[in-house]
């Protein structure tokens, strides 16, 4: 599992930083009003979550493989609870609203798209 969830905490941050420079890249080639701090302390908080949750993933195929699908669908709907309440918050504070979830649900997307495609190769790989 060590391995497996060291080689995915680098591909994480590969592919984290690689959308932060992405999105502030766009932002400012449109000029859009996006804080690109705010969006890095976003991708941070996305990092740990699906840090935290691939782990506890691989903990479960590792030792009940019959109970992965179940914890997945938890750990998908506790995942979106939470950061629809970020969402909610940060809109509260916000003054460009309207960015600020578009930018939000583009995140929520690629991060999560990254960890299926990542979950179905360790699982394809269990099988063989």
């Given at each position: 599992?060590?391995?497996?969830?060291?080689?995915?905490?680098?591909?994480?941050?590969?592919?984290?930083s690689?959308?932060?420079?992405?999105?502030?890249?766009?932002?400012?080639?449109?000029?859009?009003?996006?804080?690109?701090?705010y969006?890095?302390?976003?991708?941070?908080?996305?990092?740990?979550?699906y840090?935290?949750?691939?782990?506890?993933?691989?903990?479960?195929?590792?030792?009940?493989?019959?109970?992965?699908?179940?914890?997945?669908?938890?750990?998908?709907?506790?995942?979106?609870?939470?950061?629809?309440?970020?969402?909610?918050?940060?809109?509260?504070?916000?003054?460009?609203k309207?960015?600020?979830?578009?930018?939000?649900?583009?995140?929520?997307v690629?991060?999560?798209?990254?960890?299926?495609i990542?979950?179905?190769?360790?699982?394809?790989?269990?099988?063989?």
């Amino acid at each position: 599992m060590n391995k497996k969830f060291l080689h995915y905490n680098i591909k994480l941050l590969i592919y984290s930083s690689l959308i932060w420079i992405g999105i502030s890249s766009y932002s400012l080639f449109l000029n859009l009003p996006i804080n690109l701090l705010y969006i890095g302390l976003l991708i941070c908080c996305f990092f740990i979550i699906y840090t935290l949750s691939h782990k506890n993933l691989l903990r479960v195929l590792e030792k009940k493989p019959n109970l992965f699908i179940r914890k997945f669908m938890l750990m998908t709907g506790i995942k979106m609870f939470f950061f629809i309440t970020i969402l909610l918050i940060s809109l509260i504070f916000s003054l460009y609203k309207t960015h600020l979830a578009i930018t939000f649900l583009v995140l929520y997307v690629f991060f999560a798209v990254f960890e299926l495609i990542s979950l179905l190769k360790i699982i394809r790989r269990e099988k063989r």
